[in-house]
């Protein structure tokens, strides 16, 4: 049996030119287009895919339960219903903009307390320890990178 460029005949052995051109064209491309997404994934995470964030916690050293506690940061609010006495609230915040951090709550005895901390930024990130006294003091111990 004898073949010819272009020959219809198809079967193990035979060669077609026309298939053999569409197979290569489509394994080059399918190689090209897999280095090409792996290589932007690649260059997305190289780029700054960076979550900033600052883990803050409050600790009720007030002697007592405090309720109502609400905490403000630049863009946001965290909280509680009630904080007992000794006892600590994490939470992870993500900063946007630039405004000073504040707390607030209703100590033991009934009264309204509001304390205002250090100033933070977008794109800080570390940690930040809020320890509040008796007396409606508070202190504040961040441990921050710089503000941008």
Known sequence: MKLQAGSLQA???????TL??????????GTQG??????SV?????AGCHSYHVDATVE???????QLL?????SASFGADSLAAGAVL????QLRGIGPLKVQYTASDGRQTQVEGPALAERQEGR???????GGKAEFHPQLTPQP
Do not use: H
């Not at 690649?42 to 190289?46: N, Q, V």
């Not at 930040?128 to 008796?134: M, S």
């Open 11 to 17: 079967g193990w052995g035979s060669w077609s030119p």
């Open 20 to 29: 053999a051109a569409k197979t290569s064209t489509r394994r080059g491309w």
């Open 34 to 39: 897999f280095r090409g997404v792996v290589l």
């Open 42 to 46: 690649a260059l997305l995470a190289l």
């Open 60 to 66: 009720n050293r007030t002697g007592g339960a405090i």
């Open 70 to 74: 609400e905490v403000d940061y630049p």
């Open 90 to 93: 994490p939470y992870r915040i």
């Open 128 to 134: 930040i320890e809020i320890v509040l006294l008796p």
